[in-house]
């Protein structure tokens, strides 16, 4: 049996009832809001790409350190 915890519960709830209960709200979006959103999703890709990229190179670094390490003991050992 698969147990929830209670904030779980209650975000399901929440999602459930929510188009029951809200009511729509009459706002305005004004041109610029296009290109500012556009704005923030094109920094978290690139961002996230960056990061991405640094980790891979500590991940590519380290094995090459590993196996480089493995063929100096091996001809050192005599």
Not at 29 to 42: A, C, E, H, K, V
Not at 47 to 67: E, H, N, P, Q, Y
């Amino acid at each position: 049996m698969v147990r929830f915890s209670r904030g779980l519960g209650i975000a399901v709830m929440l999602a459930l009832f929510a188009p029951v209960v809200v009511r729509p709200a009459y706002g305005y979006l004004d041109p610029g809001t296009g290109s500012y959103i556009l704005q923030m999703l094109l920094g978290v890709l690139f961002g996230g790409l960056f990061a991405i990229g640094l980790f891979w190179r500590r991940v590519t670094a380290s094995v090459k350190r590993l196996f480089s390490r493995k063929k100096k003991d091996d001809t050192s050992g005599g």
